[in-house]
């Protein structure tokens, strides 16, 4: 699933609502769940914002972030 990046919140919350709740209700039920996020931005990322986009992802203890270069 594909979510908006402008409604992301909303449709997160939905999701919690209307999924997650429902499995993580099962007995004994271990549920596991990801975000990816992935940006392709043809003139590259200012250095202010990779930095601040690095720092957050630590701040947030992402398991995984980075930049590539294409």
């Given amino acids: 699933m594909t ?3 402008t409604r992301v919140g909303r449709d997160a919350s939905r999701i919690a609502e209307e999924v997650i709740a429902h499995l993580a209700g099962l007995v004994g039920a271990k549920l596991t769940v990801t975000l990816e996020i992935e940006a ?3 003139s590259g990322a200012p250095d202010q914002v990779v930095r601040t986009v690095t720092e957050n992802s630590r701040t947030l203890k ?3 972030q980075g930049f590539e270069k294409e």
């Fill in 62 to 64: 992402f398991t995984s």
């Fill in 40 to 42: 392709e931005i043809p």
């Fill in 3 to 5: 979510l908006d990046p």
